[in-house]
Each structure stands twice: as C-alpha cells, then as structure tokens.
C-alpha cells in the first residue's frame, strides 16, 4: 500500500524512467501542438490555455516521478482474480494476442467480422494456452456469426460482411 | 409529497412489459458479465454499452440501471466464492465472505450479501430521488467559476485521497486530460493533438478509451501474469438464511447503509471508505458483544455491513452524477458517457429539461433491484459454475467483446488500433500501479471543465479574478488547499496511515 515498506529489498525500477521519459514527451508534445492554435479576435482565452496547463502539469510530474524512482519508489503493481505477481511476466503471450489483435485490425473490413471474429477468439483461447482448437474455432464463429447477425437484426448496425457479402 | 408523486409516475411509465422485459435482460446480462472474474462493474457497463444501441433513451437507461445493479451483485458473488476481490469495494466482503464460505456457509454469505445490497440500495435510491430535486435546483444557480471549481475538487480528492499513491493518481488525471483534448477545439473548431489524422477529429470514444484499459488491459496484464495453477471455487447452492442469520444481519444492513450513501453521493468519496468503517465499526460492536474472536473466522456482520455500504454508496453516485452532471467514480463516467450517446446533458437542468426520464431511470433503479434479488438467489450456483470456465476462453472471450464493442461504435478498423492503443496503456497502468479512475475522470470532465473555465474567463475578459469572483468558488478552492495540505500534515505526524495498515495486513491474512 505505501511505497516505505517495499524499498528495502528493491533496486530501482528502470521501467519506471522510461515511463517518465514517455510522459514528458507526451507533454511536451502536447505544449507544441497546442503552439500552433490561432486565438480567434475577441476571444481572451482561446484554445491554447487549457493544453498548455495540462502539458506543463504533466512534464512536473514526469520529473516528479523520475526523481522518486531514483530514490528507491517502486510501483504497486495491480493483482487481481487470475494475476500471479510471483512468476515474471509472460512476454511471449502478451506478444501473440497483440499480433492476433493486429491481424484482425488489418482483415476486419476485408474479410469481414463474422470470419475475422472467430478467427480472433479462436487465436486469444490458443496464445492463452488452450489446446482444444477445433471446439475453440466452432465457439468462435458461432459468437461471431451470431453478434453479427444480432448486431444487424436486432440493433440495425450492419458491420463489415466482408467476403460473405451476400451470404450472411 | 411531490417527489412521491413523480416517483410513481416514473414507475407508471417504467412499469410497461417491455420496459421490464429490458431490465430482467440487464440484470442478467449485468450479472453474467459481473460474474466473470477481472471484470468490475464499470468494465461490465463499457463492454455492455453498445447492446444498447438500437433502444431508445428510456429503455436503454432501463438496461443500464439493470447492468448496473447487476454488475455489483457479480462482483460481490465472484470476490465470496474466489479468495482473491477483483476490485477494491469487495476487499472487506472477501474478508469474511470468504472465510464464511470455506466454513461451508457460502449460502449465507451470498445471500446476506444479496438482501444487503437489495435493502441498501432501495434505501440509496428513495435519498437520491428526494434529494436530488432539491440540489439540482440550489445547483441551478452555480455559476461558471464554482462549477469549475467543484470539479476541479473532484479531480484533487479522487487523484489524491483514493489510491496508494498521490503522484501516481495525478499522473493518471494528467493522462485522462490529455485523451481529452484530442479533437476539435469546441469553440474554434481547430484540432488539437490529432496528428492530422481525420479520425480523431471528433474526438476519442469513452467507449473505445474505457474498454481498451478496462478490457484488453486486464486481459494483457493477466495473459502476462496468468495464474497456472487451478484457482478453488468453492460450490455453493440456493442461498439462504436462518433465524440467526437474519438477526445478525438487519443491523449492519441499516449501518453499511448510513456509511455508504454520503460516501457515495460526495466527490471522491467512492467505496472503499465507507466498506472500511463499515467493517471496522461491525468488528468494534462485536467485540463490545463479546464475539470478536468470530471475526476474521467468517462473520456474517462482516459481509452484511460492507456489503451494503457498497451498494449504497453505488447508489449515492447519482446525487452527483444527476444534479451535477458530476461523475464520481468510473461507473458513474461510463453512464454519463452513455447518457451523452443519447442527448441528454446531466446537470442542474436535468432534472427540468427531461424530469420524465430521471423519474423513469429512479423507479427503474428500484425495479432492477428487486429483479436482481427475484432472479438471483435462485440463479446463485449457476453463477458460481461460471466462475469455473477454462481461462483461455475466458480471457479471449473478454478480447473477443471488447473488439466487438469498439468496432460497433463506428464500424471502423481505426477504432480497433485505438482500442489496442489504449489496451497499452491499461497494462502500463497496471504494471505501474496507476489508478484507472482518475484517467477516465479526466478523459470526461477534461472538456467540460475547459468549457466552464472558458466561460467563466470570458466574462472577465481574460482576467484571472473571473476564476474567483464567486464565494461558493472561493469555498471550494479553500477545500481543494485543504484537500492536498490535510493529507501531507497528516502523513508527517503518523507515518503510515491507519487504513492502508490495516488493509495491508488483510491482505496479508487472505493471500
């Protein structure tokens, strides 16, 4: 809960630096756009004034955070139901649902989402660990065909068919 | 008697077969997804928001009054039944509910919980319908300055005084304001920080910022840290509960609710306060009776008061959130986010412009409840066979509706990167112990906060003075000092504080 009683057998957290260098980036970032708005005439505040305070607020506090990861301040990572802090963290499948998430980034409006739908489910259950593809892909493209078609009957919001245009 | 009077007339337009049909859906579709292990209330409400899409304004806040109680009661039965809460209002009902369950008494537990929260929140609705009318209408008069002050009050207590660590919690609002601004300037129509991209000229969804921090974060962070071996679930059937369970429990109903609804219905109040000095105060009163020792083996006192706390404090939110326009947790952000999609501007002329549809959102408020208590308890084992799907597909079924829900919005596959986008961030903040609420808070006051700030500067013509010019605006500066200076004198006479001490060594006995 607070940060005193975790510092003793800590090193300092790198990760947390190169948080810090993110943000006063963004921040930064966020002042030089906000740079280029025209105050229009007549208009005493204008679009300018809100970004550059939270632009300013945000590089203090990535020094801020910087300089309290220097002095040992380590972060309470988040626990939950299904999270194990104890093992180190699995790279390897957060990489594979993110390539998966992708893949269907890229074939959602040309395939169409009650494939790309199953395709998705049936790839997160596979990078998660489950070895019953066959039943994973079946769940999946009865999930994706089914929202498809309650999204299109039941709301009137059509999403992409894609290749079975016609079909559905 | 007016409030009565208009009470009843919400009910008489809630009350059609429809309508009801569409709160027992959201109740149960609440409940489902409350159930599900790693998801809270508010993610339930972000990830169920576009089944919502085809109702008109009424119904579809029926639903959301029925997810939303829905949610809450999942997310009580899943922190019972597994030993480890997913969220911080069900730490104090996992102390002793899990406990109770391992006894063999999860029955009793789920139900006190469930009748809890069913008193709890009925109570929390009938305040809020008597109270609101009266606030919005003192709320009417508060002018640009004080509003941007309120809010700005809001901002300070919910980055500071809820989470571990106050730097942490302003990075986060920090972060939220900056999502805000992307898009075109309200008043001069120029964009900022779009990065020329046409797509974000309108602005960035709530909807696709929620469930890509709520949804694919979690489902990120657990895929990196996914627990290998078998979780217990312990089984449980039709919850109920014996003479004895009853008296021990109508007590700490009545004070989890006199705990949680002022929580609720201030800023930042949230619930875990209120959960903390409900179990607190139940164990004090126990041990003046002699029965301490009971505690921390299985109480029902302390599942019955927090429990209700809880729940009061969820209905507290909407004093605020209906008189104010002012949301004060992450649920409250979702359903105002919701409420936007529809038109309807919460604040002071609410409950004057549209009084039709508060009274109908109350009196569905009361109804959802009581659907919840009549559907659930004889659900209850089905619900904790739920919790007992394979992760693998539980976790790709999360990706799999977070998708769904982000590419409905607009049916676009820029929607999909942002929500991957902002999927990252939910696992930074999650590996780097950001609080999530204040990010959502800034995403939705950031812009209107401008607005008021505008407004108020604009009349003094650019001077700093149109900022402070109103008392009840200078009040609330003197409150926000105080909010940030308190906290600090406090830190340097007694180190640690008391709660997080305690809460500490809790956590220490479930794990």
């Given at each position: 809960m ?10 300092v ?8 260098a993110?943000l006063?980036v963004?921040?930064i ?5 906000a ?10 505040i ?6 550059y ?11 801020l ?8 301040d380590v ?53 998660l ?36 245009d016609?079909?559905? | ?5 208009l ?6 337009s ?23 292990p790693?998801?809270?209330p508010?993610?339930?409400l ?5 089944v ?14 029925g ?9 009580s039965?899943?922190?019972?039944l597994?030993?480890t ?9 996992a102390i ?26 009925t109570?929390?609705?009938?305040l ?8 919005a209408?003192?709320a009417?008069?508060?002018?640009a ?6 809010m ?6 919910v ?5 571990a660590?106050?730097?942490?919690g302003?990075i986060?609002?920090?972060i ?14 120029q ?20 469930v ?5 974060g979690e ?11 078998p ?7 039709r919850?109920?509960m014996?003479?004895?369970?009853w008296?021990?429990?109508w007590?700490?109903w009545?004070?989890?609710?006199a ?19 409900s179990y ?15 505690f ?5 006192e ?10 009061a404090?969820?209905?507290g939110?909407f ?17 105002l986010?919701a409420?936007q999609?529809?038109?309807i501007v ?5 409950m ?12 569905s408020?009361l109804i ?15 619900w ?15 990706l ?10 607009g ?6 990167l ?15 112990g950001?609080?999530?609420?204040p990010?959502i808070?800034?995403v ?13 500067l604009?009349l003094s ?14 009040f ?7 909010a940030?200076?308190?906290?600090l004198?406090l ?21």
């Open positions: 607070s940060e005193k009683n975790v510092v003793a057998d800590q090193r957290d790198r990760a947390q630096f190169a948080l810090a993110v006063a963004v921040g970032y966020t002042i030089i756009d740079r280029g708005l025209n105050v229009g005439f007549g208009d005493p204008g679009p300018r004034v809100f970004p305070v939270i632009g300013t607020a945000m590089v203090v506090l990535a020094v955070l910087a300089v309290a990861t220097a002095r040992g972060p309470e990572a988040e626990e939950g139901e299904d999270v194990d802090l104890t093992s180190p963290p699995d790279w390897l499948t957060v990489a594979k649902l993110v390539g998966i998430l992708v893949l269907n980034i890229l074939l959602v409006n040309l395939v169409g989402w009650a494939i790309t739908g199953g395709l998705l489910f049936a790839g997160c259950a596979w990078a660990g489950s070895r019953t593809l066959v039943r994973d892909l079946l769940v999946g493209f009865v999930l994706s065909v089914a929202s498809w078609y309650f999204f299109y009957v039941g709301l009137g919001v059509p999403l992409s068919p894609g290749i079975l016609g079909i559905l | 008697m007016d409030t009565l009077n009470l009843l007339d919400g009910f008489a809630a009350f059609t077969l429809e309508n009801l049909l569409y709160a027992a859906i959201g109740v149960l579709l609440g409940t489902f997804v409350g159930v599900l790693g998801i809270g508010a993610m339930a972000a990830l169920l928001l576009p919502t899409y085809g109702l008109d304004a009424t119904q579809a806040l029926i639903m959301f009054a997810i939303y109680y829905g949610g809450m009661y999942g997310g039965t899943t922190s019972i597994l030993n809460p997913g969220e911080s209002a069900s730490v104090m009902t002793e509910g899990n406990k109770m369950a391992k006894k063999g008494r999860a029955a009793q537990a789920l139900a006190t919980a469930a009748i809890g929260s069913f008193i709890a929140g109570i929390g609705t009938l809020v319908a008597f109270f609101t009318p009266s606030i209408s003192w009417v008069e508060i002018g300055p004080s509003y941007f002050a309120i700005l009050l809001s901002m300070v207590l980055s500071s005084v809820l989470g660590s106050k730097l942490r302003f986060a609002l920090a939220g304001l900056t999502i805000g601004l992307v898009g075109l300037d309200a008043s001069t129509a964009a900022r920080l779009t990065g020329g991209y046409l797509e974000l000229a309108d602005g960035i969804d709530i909807v696709v910022v929620a890509g921090v709520f949804a694919i489902a990120l962070w657990t895929a990196a840290h996914l627990r290998r071996r979780i217990d679930v312990i089984p449980v059937g919850p109920f014996g003479r004895d369970d008296r021990r429990s007590a700490p009545l004070r989890g609710t705990f949680g609804f002022p929580f609720g219905a201030l800023p930042a109040g949230g619930a875990e306060t209120p959960t903390f000095l607190i105060t139940e164990r004090k009163l126990a041990a003046r009776r002699g029965s301490a020792d009971e921390g083996e299985g109480a029902i302390g599942v019955a008061g927090p429990e209700a706390a809880n729940n404090s969820a209905a939110m004093v605020p959130l209906l008189a104010l326009g002012l949301p004060v947790t992450a649920t409250a952000s979702i359903l986010a409420m999609k529809y038109g919460p604040g002071p002329t609410l004057t412009d549209q009084p039709d549809l508060i009274w109908t959102l109350l009196a408020l959802g409840n009581t659907l919840l208590l009549v559907i659930n308890l004889p659900l209850a084992p089905l904790a066979r739920l919790l007992r799907i394979p992760r693998p597909q539980l976790y790709a079924g999360i799999f509706f977070a998708c769904l829900g982000a590419y409905s919005v049916q676009s596959s820029f929607d999909l942002l929500l991957l986008l902002f999927g990252g961030l939910g696992f930074a903040t999650r590996r780097f950001i609080p999530v609420l990010l808070l800034g939705i006051l950031g812009p209107l906060m401008e607005v008021k700030m505008r407004e108020a604009d013509n650019g001077d700093v003075s149109g900022l402070f010019n109103e008392p009840l605006a200078i609330v500066y003197v409150l926000v000092v105080l940030i200076v308190v906290p004198l830190a340097r006479f007694r180190p640690s504080p008391l709660l997080d001490q305690h809460v500490q060594r809790e956590d220490q006995e479930v794990s």
